[in-house]
């Protein structure tokens, strides 16, 4: 080996390493904008990796890590690879992988402050993710099956019995409508409710006593159901809405209570704030609706629906 390969071969190891921690920080506000240090909420280290991705290092001003992620870029637009946040204790918070931008493989989500895992995830690209949710207490199983592409259930769900791995029941979904046999046990094992579904709609239905004697059916649960037409009410009482809704849809979210009344009313449309705000008013001053039922126990629940436009006749 001659004098200048030598010198040579002893340089080239400190250029790797050069090239795999060339990094910069910077410093972000809570809506992660860049600011002086002075005004920083959180810093973040930017590193190029031996394997050319950029993994940003986010941390609290006062040391403790919030996260780490890997793009593909130092603009931070895609990701790929291994994403890890954390919380104020330095506990997980969330652990998955990315690949060219999209969730891949396993996704473990964890309980606050503890390492006991809340619900775990696996993505299949393109075709959706099996999602499983585990109790805080014994980290066994509560409900697990599967998400499509579009985010709907699909195939088979099972619900157990809090600590137990006791079935609570069995629902088949096709694109988040149940599709087929939908069972419900008690805690010893006795078949408490069946129902058929086809097409979405129920066609038959079986209850039975928690000893397996056949008692008078009743549903297990019943949504929220308004008084009246939600289309109805905004056209009578709210002038600017006929013309807000040829613009776009109107997107209506709400929590119903237990006695009826409506809370959080949200609405999205490209109408002006007053307009929505005259919207959500109207919602507000409606009579009682009907609360979501819980084996024959009101409950409160969520409420969505889009409103679309269409011509009524005359017009």
Not at 42 to 60: K, V
Not at 267 to 293: N, T
């Amino acid at each position: 080996m001659n004098r200048i390969t030598a010198i040579m071969l002893s340089i080239w190891p400190w250029s790797v390493i050069s090239a795999q921690t060339k990094t910069d920080t910077l410093y972000l506000s809570a809506e992660y904008r860049t600011v002086s240090r002075e005004q920083a909420v959180y810093y973040r280290i930017r590193t190029l990796d031996a394997d050319s991705l950029w993994r940003f290092d986010d941390y609290f001003m006062n040391g403790r890590c919030l996260q780490q992620v890997h793009y593909t870029s130092p603009t931070g637009v895609i990701r790929e690879g291994e994403t890890v946040s954390y919380d104020t204790c330095g506990h997980r918070v969330l652990a998955g992988n990315y690949h060219m931008g999209f969730k891949t493989g396993i996704w473990t989500e964890y309980f606050d402050h503890s390492p006991r895992i809340r619900e775990r995830r696996e993505y299949t690209p393109g075709s959706g993710y099996s999602m499983t949710t585990c109790d805080s207490l014994s980290g066994s199983v509560l409900r697990k099956g599967y998400f499509d592409a579009q985010d709907l259930k699909t195939g088979i769900w099972t619900e157990y019995f809090f600590r137990s791995g006791q079935v609570r029941s069995i629902q088949r979904f096709i694109a988040g409508r149940r599709e087929g046999e939908q069972s419900e046990y008690f805690f010893n094992g006795q078949l408490k409710r069946k129902e058929f579904y086809r097409n979405g709609r129920q066609t038959s239905s079986k209850q039975y006593s928690e000893t397996g004697k056949r008692v008078r059916y009743y549903p297990s649960y019943t949504y929220a159901r308004p008084p009246v037409s939600l289309r109805k009410v905004l056209y009578a009482k709210v002038p600017c809405f006929e013309s807000a809704l040829k613009l776009q849809d109107i997107h209506i979210r709400c929590i119903v209570q237990k006695d009826g009344t409506l809370q959080q009313v949200e609405i999205r449309s490209a109408a002006d704030e007053d307009c929505r705000l005259r919207m959500a008013m109207a919602l507000y001053k409606m009579k009682a609706w009907r609360p979501a039922m819980k084996e024959k126990m009101p409950v409160q629940s969520e409420y969505e629906c889009t409103i679309r436009f269409y011509k009524r006749t005359g017009d």
